[in-house]
């Protein structure tokens, strides 16, 4: 009897599919998150303007020295993920791509 297993946090060995535990993770992480909104009620509107306020005018969010900065960057956009806040993002792409092709400038390449 074959056994279904649901996705959760698990031991990765060398014959195990990473890349299917970490997207299986992401979604789950993601279908919980966009609860948010329903659970903060009136207060999603006040985190999605305080998201907002981070958002660095060249691109990205910044960090606690207000600098922009891409962990923070990754951070603030999934926030707006989870609000739900499609209109924000759209809004900060064309910066915040811009302002991460720079990164690729200063390196010359990215080595993933």
Known sequence: MSRKTEPSLVAIDATSQ??????????????????APKLLDDSAELVRDFVLSLAAPGGGFVDRAGEPDLYYTVFG?????????????AGLREPTLAWLC????EAGELDL
């Not at 535990?21 to 998150?33: D, F, P």
């Open 77 to 89: 956009i999934e926030c707006l993920l989870a609000l739900q806040a499609e209109d924000a993002i």
């Open 18 to 35: 990473p890349e299917v535990h970490a997207v299986s993770l992401r979604l789950e992480t993601l279908q919980i998150a966009r609860l």
């Open 102 to 105: 720079g990164f690729l400038k």
